[in-house]
């Protein structure tokens, strides 16, 4: 499996910003999609928002006007802007990379990270 650390994470008010990264690690080719999902205390995860190597996106109507996601496909490294908080944005946060072909590992068709805790306070 592919090593995905997530940082960025951290406490924020209502209307406020935070940044998170996510950084693969390893010899890898490249990366067909990274994305990131949430996890509320008590609801399954969802998708954020996601983006291909080749630039599709695809966001959660919920955060459609608030959230860019963007990568730096050299560095296999994602990240997501995330504007206008809402205590609803609050939940663990996670790195999905989809489609990893990497030198010795081979092609790894999905990995996570361990999550960063975004909690917004109202």
């Known amino acids: 499996q592919v090593q995905l650390v997530e940082s960025g994470g951290g406490l924020v008010q209502a209307g406020g910003s935070l940044r998170l990264s996510c950084a693969a690690s390893?010899?890898?080719?490249?990366?067909?999609?990274m994305g990131w999902y949430r996890q509320a205390p008590g609801k399954q995860r969802e998708l954020v928002a996601l983006?291909?190597?080749?630039?599709?996106?695809n966001y959660a109507d919920s955060v459609k006007g608030r959230f860019t996601i963007s990568r730096d496909n050299a560095k296999n490294t994602m990240y997501l802007q995330m504007n206008s908080l809402k205590p609803e944005d609050t939940g663990v946060y996670y790195c999905k990379a989809d489609g990893v072909f990497h030198e010795t590992l081979g092609y790894i068709s999905d990995s996570w990270g361990q999550g960063t805790q975004v909690t917004v306070s109202s």
């Open positions: 983006k291909t190597i080749g630039g599709y996106t």
């Open positions: 390893g010899s890898i080719f490249k990366i067909n999609g």
